[in-house]
């Protein structure tokens, strides 16, 4: 039985000196493969030497979050490509979208941040349609903007995930309708969850793909600690009781096709 961590962020362990004990106690939960996640410039070189180093155990994506576009956003990502020249390329492209949760309250600055989201997002959901790979989507406050965006790509929606999932059945439906999917983290194991244990019920086991986005969101029993890998079961666990399902396998081979790895 191995679970699959598909979103994690792990630099801030890295630059700690705790990465190899969070790997340790990674194995010892049964965690055998992560993808740690790239956000900015500002990680995606310790990223690919993390994966060269851990080859087979860590995997790496390239992608500018929304929250750190800005005014210079084509500049911060004018080196994304070529990570997909590098002696070991990425696993996927993100995460990249929309995020609208915490815009200023200034209309016109509000809009303007908006607007270079959008053209960020265009541009590396341009990049994603080239190099033909998955995508890992951001969406907070921006579902249908974000929709609407990779609609108008013209990027396979197989290839597309919305990470951290926290919507309902209606937004799912949605991501199905096209060939999209969700993957969902430790809030799943929150309380009073309905509407997001309703979302994981109707997408099913097919596609289901589960993530810690540690060191953020710790599940329960660890909520309100620092997050790992290590704690990726807890959410998988939670999810089969959900589906009433000992889904462990289907999950890791989820994972596995939509990254396009091989063990």
Same mark, same amino acid.
């Given at each position: 039985m191995s679970?699959?961590?598909?979103?994690?962020?792990l630099q801030s362990f890295h630059k700690k000196g705790e990465l190899e004990s969070v790997l340790q106690r990674a194995d010892e939960n049964g965690v055998s493969r992560m993808v740690t996640v790239g956000t900015s410039p500002g990680?995606?070189?310790? !990223?690919?030497?993390l994966s060269i180093k851990y080859c087979g155990r860590i995997d790496y994506s390239v992608g500018l979050h929304p929250g750190y576009v800005d005014e210079n956003w084509a500049d911060q990502i004018s080196s994304l490509p070529t990570f997909?020249? *590098?002696?070991?390329s990425p696993v996927a492209l993100g995460e990249i979208g929309l995020d609208y949760f915490r815009l200023p309250k200034e209309p016109e600055l509000a809009e303007q941040i908006i607007n270079w989201q959008k053209e960020a997002l265009r541009r590396q959901l341009l990049w994603a349609r080239q190099f033909d790979c998955p995508i890992i989507?951001? *969406?907070?406050?921006?579902?249908?903007?974000?929709v609407e965006e990779i609609d108008r790509s013209g990027v396979n929606w197989e290839r597309v995930v919305f990470h951290c999932f926290t919507e309902g059945v209606a937004q799912i439906k949605k991501l199905m309708e096209r060939g999209g999917r969700a993957s969902f983290t430790?809030?799943?194991?929150?309380?009073?969850?309905?509407?997001?244990?309703?979302?994981?019920k109707y997408?099913?086991?097919?596609?289901?793909?589960?993530?810690?986005?540690s060191p953020y969101l710790a599940p329960v029993p660890h909520r309100g600690k620092r997050n790992e890998p290590a704690f990726i079961n807890k959410v998988g666990e939670y999810a089969c009781a959900l589906l009433?399902?000992?889904?462990?396998?289907?999950?890791w081979e989820n994972s596995m096709n939509f !990254?396009?790895?091989h063990v």
């Open positions: 679970w699959f961590d598909t979103h994690c962020h990680d995606w070189a310790d !990223y690919l030497e997909w020249q *590098s002696n070991k989507i951001h *969406s907070r406050a921006a579902f249908d903007d974000c430790g809030i799943l194991t929150f309380p009073k969850n309905d509407q997001l244990w309703d979302a994981v997408q099913g086991i097919e596609k289901l793909m589960l993530e810690t986005d009433n399902v000992d889904a462990v396998d289907k999950i !990254y396009q790895l």
